[in-house]
């Protein structure tokens, strides 16, 4: 699609530590980073963590443009589901995004379409921007070694979302095989991936919508190989796992989404 289209929207860098910190370790990361990252209005930073340290990241970075993003939601709002969270209460606390539908959630939690939809509109009714990912169709991807995200995830799991709300929606491209192994897509897969998302949301909503919703390559990005996928004209930012665990290596890719035209030949030492 366009390149001026793609300066229109902001860059978003998100991390995903899973279950890897502890309370201690989440303070020590945001007092090293809160101050770098720059202004929302250049790249959006987000940070996904475990449930119990969202409300004290939420006080931690309340002067920092980062903001703080859930890995999980229950669709309801209340009622009994006992170790679940609502999408209510993670509002009420200050989570702006949260993470649904990824790959370990489906593959160890049973998670499906139908609940990855029924998230999606729990999230959005509740005030919080979804960040959705999107897996490889694996039996294309077996057939032809070729990047192939699942148009089926993404027709299903935007169901009923209105024109209105897919505003508020972040796609990310997470094919499972790049997801914690080193071996990310190259820059032409993930490109070619982000491209055929953006032509199902086109088909879904418009060309013109479709232009307005960011997505975002994961799995496997490092400061090393950030640069080549965040220039891709569709690709507008990354979600990082392993690489977001240090805080030097998420303050490199924030520095890339920046501008990731500009070459930077020290990367190891922004
Ligand atoms: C992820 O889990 O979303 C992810 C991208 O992990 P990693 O960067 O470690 O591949």
Redo the contacts with the bound molecule.
């Keep these: 699609m366009s390149k001026i289209h793609k300066e229109r929207r902001i860059p978003f860098v998100v991390a ?1 530590w ?1 279950i890897n910190k502890l309370q201690s370790d989440v303070m020590d990361f945001l007092e090293k980073v809160n101050e770098k990252v720059p202004g929302e209005k250049v790249v959006e930073t987000g940070i996904a963590a475990q449930d119990l340290f969202l409300a004290d990241m939420v006080r931690a970075t309340a002067d920092s443009p980062i903001h703080i993003v859930a890995e999980n939601v229950h669709w309801e709002d209340n009622g009994a589901y006992t170790g679940e969270t609502s999408p209510k209460a993670l509002k009420d606390v200050g989570a702006k995004y949260v993470l649904i539908g ?3 959630r489906r593959k160890f939690f049973n998670e499906t379409d139908s609940t990855v939809n029924l998230k999606v509109t729990a999230a959005l009714r509740n005030g919080l921007r979804p960040i959705i ?1 999107v897996d490889e169709d694996m039996s294309t991807y077996a057939q032809f070694m070729d990047a192939q995200p699942s148009v089926a995830q993404v027709s299903a799991a935007l169901a009923g979302v209105s024109v209105d709300q897919i505003r508020k929606v972040t796609i ?1 491209y ?1 094919p499972t095989w ?4 080193g071996e990310a897509a190259s820059a032409d897969q993930a490109q070619k991936a982000a491209y055929l998302i953006r032509q199902t949301l086109a088909k879904l909503y418009s060309p013109v919508i479709a232009e307005q919703v960011r997505i975002l390559y ?4 490092t400061p090393n190989n950030a640069r080549e996928i965040m220039s891709q004209e569709d690709i507008d930012g990354v ?6 665990l240090d805080p030097d290596k998420f303050l490199q890719l924030v520095e890339i989404a920046k501008d990731p035209s500009v070459p930077n030949f020290d990367i190891d030492h922004v």
């Design positions: 995903n899973k990824h790959f370990e990912d990310a997470e790049a997801i914690g192994s994961g799995g496997s990005v979600l990082v796992g392993t690489a977001a």
